[in-house]
């Protein structure tokens, strides 16, 4: 979601990333979009440096201030790299040093320690690839997919026309945008964007506009028109307008 609640600003998060599954390439990217939901007290990646498979991302670590753990594999062919970020991000959570975590890594192993940062009341987010299995995406408070970081900077932020980049192997977002918008209701039919925009990460942590190549939440909204009223108001503290949805059917 890019419309960030004003609920995260304050969070300290610790970002831990599974060196042996994620994208080096991307490490800007990650940082960047972390740093919406809070301020990145906590930098490290986990991974076996003896190896070389590990060269790509030495590079920005520096520039990133990111700090390299150390984890041997003791056993040919086990990645012992979640282990030790598992171990680590516990003794984090339980030293209270931060309000949230970002996780790095599309392995189904760390579904369990975001449940479990989740059950002691702090926000947890995850990063990783589409193929992520769906219930480490769900165990994430959000949860961000890094062929949305690839292709932000190509996301179009003028007027939104009926021209729409559809990603084929991604469902239809119509039936989840009108579950959050009923969630949403107040008295008068009509439901705040903001409210909405919560409503569907409950609903589904993964999901993002940038997926269906828009930048905002209300321009989706705008593309269907059809089944969806806007209204905007005038903000009395003079900053962003107050957005309104209400269904057409």
């Not at 940038?210 to 903000?235: A, D, H, M, P």
């Amino acid at each position: 979601m890019q419309e960030t609640s004003k609920e995260f600003r304050d969070n300290r998060i610790a970002m831990l990333i599974d060196g042996d599954n994620a994208q080096p390439t991307l490490l800007g990217e990650i940082i960047a979009e972390t740093g919406k939901y809070g301020m990145v007290t906590i930098r490290r990646i986990y991974g076996d440096w003896t190896t070389t498979n590990m060269n790509s991302w030495k590079e920005g670590l520096n520039i990133h201030a990111i700090q390299p753990i150390q984890q041997f594999r003791y056993t040919t062919g086990k990645n012992a790299t979640d282990s030790s970020m598992i171990i680590d991000a516990m003794d984090i959570l339980h030293e209270g040093v931060v309000s949230g975590f970002c996780l790095v890594s599309s392995d189904s192993d760390y579904t369990r320690l975001a449940t479990r940062i989740r059950e002691k009341g702090s926000f947890v987010m995850g990063i990783g690839r589409r193929t992520t299995p769906k219930a480490f995406v769900n165990a994430c408070e959000l949860f961000v997919y890094t062929e949305n970081l690839h292709s932000s900077a190509d996301v179009k932020t003028s007027n939104v026309t009926k021209k729409r980049v559809s990603i084929s192997q991604e469902p239809e977002p119509l039936p989840l945008l009108k579950t959050a918008v009923d969630m949403s209701l107040q008295e008068d039919g009509w439901s705040y964007l903001g409210v909405v925009g919560n409503r569907l990460l409950r609903l589904d942590p993964g999901f993002d506009v940038r997926t269906y190549n828009f930048k905002q939440l209300s321009q989706l909204f705008r593309f269907y028109s059809i089944q969806f009223e806007v209204r905007e108001e005038k903000n009395p503290e003079g900053t962003n307008q107050i957005i309104y949805i209400r269904s057409r059917t």
